[in-house]
Structure formats: C-alpha cells, structure tokens
C-alpha cells in the first residue's frame, strides 16, 4: 500500500537525522527523532530525557543541514519541534521552507511554538509544565505531535502529491550517498551474522560456572574483562538492527553482572588492606577507627549480594570472615574507648589537682591535692602496653608523679607540724593537771615538752604561727612551775630533816609544816623518858637532858634556817618552850 511505503521512507527520514545527532553531538546517543505529514508540511519531532543539555540552536542548524541534502524539494515548508521526553508540549521550534539546494528561514527558535496554545514555562523545577492544564505533563508514549487535531498521514489528495515530492526527493537523495549507505547496512548485526549476540550469550549461559571455578581477585577480574568486551562488542550494534532490542537487554544484563562483579573485587580488595593493616598493632585510636571503616566498606556492598545472585556462594564465606574482623576490631575500640576515657578522666584530674594545689590554706586541703595527684597517676598506671593510649599515658605520668610527690612532701611536712602542734597543746594541758596536784616534777617535765614541741613547728608550715603564740605562754608556766617544783623540794628536804630529828628509840617530837612556819611539839613519850632520867638521880642526869634539849633547838633552827621559815617549839603539854626566826 502507498501509505505503508510513505510510513517507511518517513521511518528513514527520521533514522537519518537521528544518526546525524548522534554522530554531531556530545550526547545524542540521548536523542529520538520522527517525522509525519500534516497539511502539506513536513514536521519532525525531537526529543531527549531531562536532564541532557541541548543546544537547541545547534540542533536546527545540524537537522537544517541533514534536510537540506536528503530533500532537495523546492517550496517544502518544514516544521522542527524540540521536547522532553514525557513532557506532552515542545518547548522550541523551528520552521523553515526548502528552496533548491538553499533553506529560507521563516521563524528561529521560539518559546510556546503556534501550534498550540497552552502557555507553559521552562523551570528546573517543573519543565514544560503547562500551567492552565496539570494532566498534560504525565507520563505518555513517545507520541510526535500528539496535540494536533490529526496527524494521518496524506488525509487529502494535495497531502499525496505532496509526499509523492517528498518521496521523489528521497529517492534522488538515495542515489546520491549510495556509497554512504553501505555504512548503515554493514553495520554489525544489520545483514550478517551477529557474533557479538552469539559471544554475550554464549558468556551468558557459562557466568554461573565461571563464577564458581573463580578461586581468586583475578579470576574474578578476568571475569569481568570478558563480560567488559561482550558489552563494548554489544554496544556497536546500531539501533536500525533488526537485533538491537536484543543486544540491549544483553547489554543490559552483562553489565548488571559486570557491576556486582567490579562490586565485589572492590570489596575484597579493601578488606584485603584492611586484613595488611591489622597485622600490626594500632598506635592510635584514630588508626583503629580506620580499620574499622575498611572492614565496613568491604562488609557494605557484599551485603547487598542476595542469595539468587551467581556471587552469593563466594561471597558468603568472606562476609562471614570481615564481620568476624570489624567484630573484633568493635571490640577493640570498646576497650580503646575506656583507656580513652581513662586518659581523659587523667587529665582532667591533674588539672584539678593543679587548681586546688594553688589555693590549699589547710591541711585537709592539702591532703585532697596530694589524694587527687594519686588519683591521676593511678588511673594513667593501669593503662597496658598494648593500649594507643599507651604513650600518652606514659608521656603525662613523667610530668604527674614528681608533681605527687611534691604534694605528698608538703602534706607529710604539715601532718608532722600539726601533730607536733597539737602535741604542744596536750602536753600543756597535762601539766597544768599536775598543777593542780602539786605534783611539781611533773608538771615542770611536761611543760618542758610543750615547749619544746612548740618549737619545733615548721616554719613553713600552716600551723607555725599559731604555735609561735604558745611559746611565751608555756615558758612562763615552766619557770612557774620550777620554782614551785623548788620550793616543794624545800619542804620535802624540810620534811626529811624534820623526820630525822624528830625520830629515834623514842620519839622526840612531832611537826607540823606549813608555808609560813614550822611547829614542832615534843612527846609525852620523850618527856616522860627525860623526867625518868631526873627521877632516878644519877649523876650527870640533868646535864645530859639539858643537852639533849640544847642539841634538838640547834637542829631545829638549823632546819628552820635552811627552809627560811619560823619555828616555834612547844612541850607535851602546848607550852611554847623556843622559838626561832632566820635571820632574827
């Protein structure tokens, strides 16, 4: 049929231009072209996906061009619309009317060609989206001029005579590239045998062996260079093959697995630097969360392998390996992580240690700046050998521990100066309990040793000041107390002289000693003895009891001297018989 033959050389129109682009702009691999009749003018349709740049101006001249050589029609009005794929309204056209071998332009790319009439704007957002009719921008079948009241083709008898033109110019064309022709038709798979379909399917049906004899990263990659040349091999087909569909979903399939291979080889060759790496202890946390980060990029992708995929076999073992690894190295940054803290919790001990060293006004203040700096050095001490955190620590307790001991010297110099302070204190207590025992020996040997310990405060220490107040304090209690401790020694020698001369086969006397005086009363005994010795009229008798009389006064005023107190004499009955002062 006529209509048939006019589909078919409108089809090679529409192939020829489309070829044009391809092989004149970067993309337009990305271009679909074709063509229809209506009212006597050739329009022809472009489209491309969203998001490839086109240079409209380029694409009319290049599409001018193309038409000005196949159709050498004179007076052929011509109609070039550009779209977006899925989008229903052109947003460029342009048109044109073929004279000889020269074009004349009627109108250059404008924005909302004539013949339609929705407005619509041209936005990143929403491209070619018409705004008084939300339904036209859905999806639709690539349909040239869809909104044209009718696009059949050579609807009237003028529209015939014109296509015969058309045709008649196509067919002089033809003649003319012959020789160009014959590019198209030995094409591969165009009108011979198609080994590269044959070699893809062939490779296609053999994957699933060649995956499972693979042993290693290089099986695996010789896998995927094959897979590599039966796509590039693919990719030469042109789209007027009669197999192209074919080899697209060859193509398509070849490379999917070509991708998980490539994925897959990726992954071990990242868990295999991860695996190089562990080999050797980390010397830091950040070297460790390396580690971690390489055994999850190689964990990652193989994840994704399901177990209908031809890799799922050699994958599994692997995973099952790296998830065994990060575990490991999980665990090891948990570990890291408390050395860390540990480190940290240092750190910032020392330095409250250093904040309170500087303010200590006391002892007990003291002591928490010596307890915080073990606190510190204890903490770093406990981190191992095996640990990054290891040197670090090491580096900090050269610095903390003479800083320890510098806190503890101080605080054992103010324990000792307190101690001797308060030792002060009770030991002076004690003596003035002797005191007030009359208990003068003692009281002067304690009150020796409070100021003595008095004396020996530190001047350096907290406590020096407040035992400077005790010295004067505690030496005059001490000279108090040796003169006491004197005149008590006096009484006693007293005493004991007393008790000498007072004693004897029969006693002479007996006294009384205060601290004004001493009265001393002689015995009815002795006084019975002496008037005895009278009675029984011997001779001598009376000179020997005024003797013995004589010789006690002398002794009894020699005591008196040396104690420097009176003594009075008194016989059995309380009649004073001497008296003596010293000195009088």
């Not at 271009?31 to 472009?46: E, R």
């Not at 009229?537 to 009376?542: C, P, S």
Request: hydrophobic residues 40%.
């Amino acid at each position: 049929m006529q209509v048939a033959v006019i589909e078919e050389d409108l089809q090679f129109i529409a192939q020829i231009l489309q070829e044009q682009l391809r092989a004149e702009i970067p993309s337009g691999e990305f271009f679909q072209v074709k063509c229809a009749v209506k009212n006597d003018q050739l329009m022809i349709l472009t489209q491309h996906p969203q998001g490839v740049a086109a240079d409209t101006e380029n694409i009319f001249t290049l599409l001018e061009d193309a038409l000005q050589s196949l159709l050498n029609h004179h007076g052929q009005r011509v109609e070039i619309f550009l779209r977006i794929a899925g989008v229903k309204l052109p947003y460029a056209k342009h048109s044109l009317i073929l004279k000889g071998s020269e074009v004349g332009e009627e109108e250059k790319t404008e924005e909302n060609p004539s013949p339609f009439t929705t407005s619509y704007s041209y936005t990143d957002e929403q491209p070619f989206a018409p705004t008084d009719s939300p339904e036209q921008t859905e999806e639709e079948p690539f349909d040239p001029m869809a909104d044209a009241p009718d696009l059949s083709f050579y609807t009237t008898s003028k529209s015939r005579r014109s296509v015969k033109g058309i045709v008649l110019g196509i067919a002089l064309v033809t003649i003319a590239i012959l020789s160009g022709g014959a590019y198209f038709l030995t094409r591969p798979c165009v009108m011979f045998e198609c080994k590269e379909i044959q070699t893809a399917e062939e490779l296609q049906k053999s994957f699933r062996q060649l995956i499972n004899s693979a042993k290693s990263e290089t099986n695996l990659t010789n896998v995927q260079q094959q897979l590599s040349q039966a796509v590039a091999a693919l990719q030469t087909i042109p789209n007027w093959s009669p197999r192209y569909q074919e080899a697209e979903k060859l193509t398509k399939n070849l490379s999917e697995r070509s991708e998980t291979i490539d994925k897959v080889v990726k992954a071990f060759s990242v868990a295999s630097l991860a695996a190089q790496k562990s080999k050797t202890s980390a010397n830091s946390l950040e070297e460790l969360k390396a580690r971690q980060n390489l055994w999850r990029q190689a964990i990652a992708p193989l994840e994704t392998i399901g177990a209908k995929n031809e890799l799922y076999g050699l994958v599994q073992p692997q995973l099952a390996t790296y998830r065994a690894r990060l575990h490991s190295v999980n665990q090891q940054l948990l570990v890291e992580d408390k050395w860390l803290k540990k480190l940290t919790a240092a750190k910032d001990v020392a330095n409250a240690a250093t904040k309170r060293e500087n303010t200590a006004k006391t002892l007990p203040e003291l002591q928490k700046v010596q307890s915080t700096w073990q606190v510190a050095v204890n903490a770093l001490i406990s981190i191992p050998k095996n640990s990054p955190a290891y040197p670090e620590a090491q580096t900090l307790l050269a610095d903390y521990k003479p800083k320890l001991a510098i806190a503890r010297d101080r605080a054992t110099k103010q324990v000792l100066a307190a101690q001797t302070y308060k030792q002060a204190v009770n030991v002076a207590e004690q003596a003035k309990r002797y005191e007030k025992q009359n208990q003068w020996q003692a009281a002067v040997t304690y009150w020796n040793q409070a100021l003595s310990a008095a004396k020996q405060v530190s001047t350096d220490s907290f406590y020096y000041t407040q035992a400077q107040t005790l010295i004067e304090p505690y030496s005059t209690s001490l000279k108090q107390a040796e003169e006491k401790l004197q005149a008590a020694n006096f009484l006693q020698q007293t005493r004991t002289d007393l008790e000498k001369t007072c004693s004897g086969a029969i006693r002479v006397c007996n006294f009384t000693l205060t601290a004004r005086e001493i009265m001393v009363r002689i015995t009815p005994e002795y006084e019975e003895a002496l008037n005895t010795s009278l009675n029984q009229g011997k001779q001598n008798a009376v000179a020997d009891v005024t003797n013995h009389l004589q010789s006690l006064q002398q002794a009894l005023e020699v005591i008196s001297d040396n104690a420097n107190l009176a003594v009075i004499v008194f016989d059995a009955q309380g009649n004073q018989i001497h008296g003596h002062v010293p000195g009088g």
